[in-house]
């Protein structure tokens, strides 16, 4: 593993992962209980849909795609995308154990009968519905969109800078279609990360 990283030194920031996973996990299972229960108008508005966990786990896709994809063709952006988004996947558990929040938007009755609702029932069997604001998918979604479109394999290419964000769109509205987030949620772990226009504008590119 030493050897491995010696020649590919970018990769060491992939150890971020097991640090964040441990993390997640504590404060999911002995984090404070919520003290905020978030919610706004829009949330009722908002039908709930369970096919849409499909795009919410090609999340998982899309984190593998941008992480081997920036790493092999512009490790600039890998190195910017790593830093913008592991930054601010701390800052959300910091938030989470200083302002523990919790989400009742999940629908009462019997979810119907298919293969997506069974999906769904599996993912919140294992993600409870506490600790949602900000939403660490859309943060780190929306880190991945800037990063890709930005990179250099991509620039100018108007087609596929259009598929990635409608991509990182769709796994954003899934969260609230499948009353995984507050639309208060969304917005706030888009908020974290919007500094990724700067990181990620031409002129740090340039001073790489």
Known sequence: MRSLLN???HLWY?????VYLVCFFSIERWGPAPRYWVHCALDDAIPFCEWFVLPYCSWFFMLAFALWFLWTRDTACYDRLCLLMFGGMSLCLVLY???PSGLALRPAGPLPQNPAA???QLLWAADTPTNVCPSIHCQSSGCMALALCRSQPLR???GRQAAVWLWAAAICLS???TKQHSAVDVACGLLLALPGVWLFSDRNLRAK
Not at 14 to 18: A, D, E, N, S, T
């Open 175 to 177: 969260t609230l279609f």
């Open 97 to 99: 154990l200083l302002v």
């Open 14 to 18: 992939q150890l971020y992962w097991p």
């Open 118 to 120: 069974a999906l769904l």
């Open 7 to 9: 020649r590919h030194p």
């Open 156 to 158: 100018g290419k108007k």
